[in-house]
């Protein structure tokens, strides 16, 4: 088995197909690459246990294999080389690269003393025209969803359903029960997918990105790259309509301040703050503008509003990294809020929607 390709086609492949692994030190195939070469058609593929992902390049000089081996190693490696081209072949056990110098690395073997092998792509999603899902997304969508909603999925086990994203027929929202987020975009797969899923729609490069799937499977495909994953069966637990109920709650009154503004101030209040506070500052809502200020009530500031429709006076308490943390994900000059309601208050920018939940009031 040999190739030949130009190096910086090999890195920019590379850099995209390590995303894909999981490199979880219980599952040893979440560390590994598979190299395949099928007629002049070399795909890199790398998996996390639940995603795989498949980049490919056509018209690559070589002969037809297919073998797996180390991603760290070999990526790191290919990444340093800067001669033209590489060359790369097998020798017994050891793969043989030539670039700068050249190189040996150590193939990886099976129980029994065979080369490992990935399942092929039909065993991962076979090739149907039954599918159940079949759309055309843009990618500019499934990168909003990325940027805004990847911020308000839970990182922890307790309620395992709010650890996905759920892309529902109007919009699509996240949630880990403080703070939650709908983005205005409509992807139809009424499913629940994982945030690492989400996080590989970075390695697609093309604005028309189709999606199928059948039973619980789905694949995002460009003409380059392929997202393989199983979406969550935890959806049932996914109260969907008590989410968009909670999105589309009316609040008494709203205010428009500065984005920047808001960060800046916070962020040095938040000097004055602690996990023994809870992470919490207290907002007050005046005439004139929005006070901020630290539990100890001598580390304030105000900002102004831009704009103030129905004003009553209002005061919460809010976690600073939560509100600080959403706000970061927008874009905007301004930022809109709702506020009045005493659960919670809510951020707008444009077609994304945030609800954050309030801690008790000092």
Do not use: H
């Not at 797996?68 to 070999?74: G, L, W, Y």
């Not at 004139?288 to 704009?307: A, C, L, M, Q, R």
């Amino acid at each position: 088995m040999k190739l030949k390709i130009k190096t910086v086609i090999l890195q920019e492949m590379l850099t995209k197909a390590i995303k894909g692994n999981g490199n979880n030190k219980f599952l040893p195939i979440t560390s590994l690459l598979e190299l395949k070469l099928k007629d002049n058609v070399l795909s890199l593929t790398t998996t996390d246990s639940v995603n795989w992902l498949v980049i490919k390049e056509e018209n690559i000089e070589g002969d037809d294999f297919n073998l797996v081996i180390e991603s760290n190693t070999f990526s790191k490696l290919i990444d340093k080389i800067t001669s033209e081209y590489i060359d790369i072949a097998v020798a017994e056990t050891s793969l043989k690269i030539k670039g700068n110098g050249e190189y040996t690395i150590k193939i990886p073997l099976d129980e029994s003393g065979e080369f490992i092998k990935f399942p092929n792509e039909d065993e991962l999603f076979p090739n149907t025209e039954s599918f159940t899902k079949d759309m055309e997304i843009k990618l500019s969508d499934l990168l909003k969803v990325l940027k805004y909603n990847s911020s308000a999925v839970a990182l922890t086990f307790e309620e395992p359903c709010y650890m996905g994203i759920y892309f529902n027929d109007k919009s699509v929202v996240s949630t880990d029960t403080f703070k939650m987020c709908s983005t205005d975009v409509k992807i139809p797969l009424n499913e629940l997918l994982s945030l690492e899923t989400v996080k590989l729609f970075n390695v697609l490069n093309a604005e028309k990105v189709r999606i199928v799937g059948f039973d619980n499977k789905l694949a995002f495909m460009t003409d380059t790259e392929k997202i393989i994953t199983t979406v969550m069966d935890s959806k049932k637990d996914y109260n969907i309509d008590t989410i968009k109920d909670l999105i589309i709650q009316d609040f008494n009154s709203f205010c428009e301040i500065s984005r920047s503004d808001l960060l800046s101030t916070l962020d040095r209040i938040k000097l004055f703050v602690d996990e023994l506070d809870g992470n919490s500052v207290y907002l007050s809502f005046k005439s004139d503008g929005i006070e901020i200020e630290s539990k100890k009530s001598d580390n304030v500031e105000k900002i102004t509003y831009k704009t103030n429709e129905n004003f009553e006076p209002f005061e919460c308490s809010i976690d600073v990294e939560l509100l600080y943390t959403q706000l970061a994900t927008f874009d905007s000059i301004t930022v809109k809020l709702g506020y009045g309601n005493n659960s919670s208050i809510k951020l707008y920018e444009d077609n994304v929607i945030n609800i954050l939940a309030l801690l008790e009031s000092k």
